[in-house]
């Protein structure tokens, strides 16, 4: 949810920077001229935003990368465990005659 957050408030600063915003009621990219403090603050919080795009993007792959991981493992041992309930015990330690 942080990355979709992330990429909507990029989307919509470069939107402020086009003249643009977005209409939700209506579903489209209105014109709109802003004044010189909306477009300050759209500068302070698109530096700040770019400048956090790199954490941002590092805790993502981490957390996926972790996260694939874990689904790996589950499934190497659910694999494991299926194999072991399949396999007659009694025929791989009886010895052979």
Same mark, same amino acid.
């Given at each position: 949810?942080?990355?979709? !957050?992330?990429?909507?408030?990029?989307?919509?600063?470069?939107?402020?920077?086009?003249?643009?915003?977005?209409?939700?009621?209506?579903?489209?990219?209105?014109?709109? %001229?802003?004044?010189?403090?909306?477009? =300050?603050?759209?500068?302070?919080?698109? %530096?700040?935003?770019?400048?956090?795009?790199?954490?941002?993007? =590092?805790?993502?792959?981490?957390?996926? %990368?972790?996260?694939?991981?874990?689904?790996?493992?589950?499934?190497?041992?659910?694999?494991? !465990?299926? !194999?072991?309930?399949?396999?007659?015990?009694?025929?791989?330690?009886?010895?052979? %005659?």
């Amino acid at each position: 949810q942080i990355w979709k !957050a992330f990429r909507c408030t990029l989307y919509t600063l470069a939107l402020l920077f086009q003249g643009k915003k977005r209409n939700i009621l209506r579903e489209r990219v209105d014109h709109h %001229s802003f004044d010189r403090e909306q477009l =300050m603050m759209g500068v302070v919080l698109l %530096s700040v935003f770019v400048f956090l795009f790199p954490s941002v993007l =590092m805790y993502y792959f981490c957390l996926a %990368s972790a996260w694939l991981v874990v689904v790996l493992l589950q499934a190497a041992l659910s694999s494991l !465990a299926d !194999a072991f309930a399949h396999t007659p015990a009694l025929a791989l330690w009886a010895p052979a %005659s």
